[in-house]
């Protein structure tokens, strides 16, 4: 069982720049894949962001390749997620996951992932 609580959000104008954090509990954070999502009003939930295990391959959609980093902390129990260059459409409450099996690649699906926060607002303005 993993526990996942984000923080770090808020507003930001465009082109700026801002680091959402996902804390995790349980001892087996460590093998489990992580990932951020992220869901604007009347809109699906979408993938942004994906870290491997290990922290050695990540993967990310092309409408975000280049501006955002995901990275972890095994130590820390902690995955974040880096945002720079802010676009308005950027705007959606963002969730960080955890996969449903342990190790394994980066996933992009929501189904794939089994242990959700309760997301933190990230707003742009232009």
């Known amino acids: 069982q993993v526990q996942l609580v984000e923080s770090g959000g808020g507003l930001v104008q465009a082109g700026g720049s801002l680091r959402v954090s996902c804390a995790a509990s349980?001892?087996?954070?460590?093998?489990?894949?992580m990932g951020w999502f992220r869901q604007a009003p009347g809109k699906e939930r979408e993938f942004v962001a994906a870290?491997?295990?290990?922290?050695?391959?990540?993967n990310y959609p092309d409408s975000v390749k280049g501006r955002f980093t995901i990275s972890r902390d095994n130590a820390k129990n902690t995955v974040y997620l880096q945002m720079n260059s802010l676009k308005p459409e950027d705007t959606a409450v963002y969730y960080c996951?955890?996969?449903?099996?342990?190790?394994?690649?980066?996933?992009?699906?929501?189904?794939?992932?089994?242990?959700w926060g309760q997301g933190t607002q990230v707003t742009v303005s232009s």
């Open positions: 349980g001892r087996t954070f460590s093998t489990y894949v």
């Open positions: 996951a955890a996969a449903r099996v342990p190790f394994g690649a980066p996933r992009t699906r929501v189904s794939e992932y089994a242990y």
């Open positions: 870290i491997s295990w290990s922290g050695s391959t990540t």
